[in-house]
């Protein structure tokens, strides 16, 4: 996941979550993740519904780094909101819908440009 703030609030969002499994021998787990947009950081979790006092025990976590992402698998570093005023939209009268642009890369966003339409009729 990664953490970001907004609106003057920091909020963490989770973009991802794997399921290990029960292991009862030693094993390994890898994987690969693309970081991005603010402080990406890895956690573990217990499953709901899990036992009181179940056991874990993790030996040897490592985090390499393999360098920027290839061209194209970069991590999307912006969000996009679309929100109505209303639950439904009325045909034939006016409806206020806003679209919302959130940056998360540590640079400013230029040339972002919004627009909504609508089908006919």
């Known amino acids: 996941g990664y953490d970001?703030?907004?609106?003057?609030?920091?909020?963490?969002?989770?973009?991802?979550a794997?399921?290990?499994?029960?292991?009862?021998?030693?094993g390994q787990f890898s994987r690969t993740l693309t970081a991005g947009c603010g402080d990406t950081w890895t956690g573990l979790r217990k499953?709901?519904?899990a036992p009181?006092?179940?056991?874990?025990?993790?030996?040897?976590?490592?985090?390499?780094d393999l360098g920027p992402a290839p061209a194209g698998e970069e991590a999307v570093c912006g969000t996009l909101g679309?929100?109505?005023?209303?639950?439904?939209l009325e045909p034939g009268a006016p409806n206020t819908v806003k679209a919302t642009f959130?940056?998360?890369?540590?640079?400013?966003?230029?040339?972002?440009?919004?627009?909504?339409?609508?089908?006919?009729?």
Request: hydrophobic share 35%; aromatic share 4%; proline share 3%.
């Open 82 to 88: 679309v929100a109505a005023d209303a639950e439904t």
């Open 52 to 64: 009181e006092g179940a056991d874990f025990v993790l030996d040897g976590f490592t985090v390499t």
């Open 18 to 26: 794997t399921p290990i499994g029960q292991q009862r021998t030693t």
């Open 47 to 49: 499953l709901s519904g």
């Open 102 to 121: 959130g940056n998360d890369e540590a640079g400013a966003a230029t040339g972002v440009k919004l627009a909504l339409t609508v089908p006919e009729g």
């Open 4 to 16: 970001r703030v907004a609106d003057g609030k920091a909020a963490s969002t989770e973009t991802r």
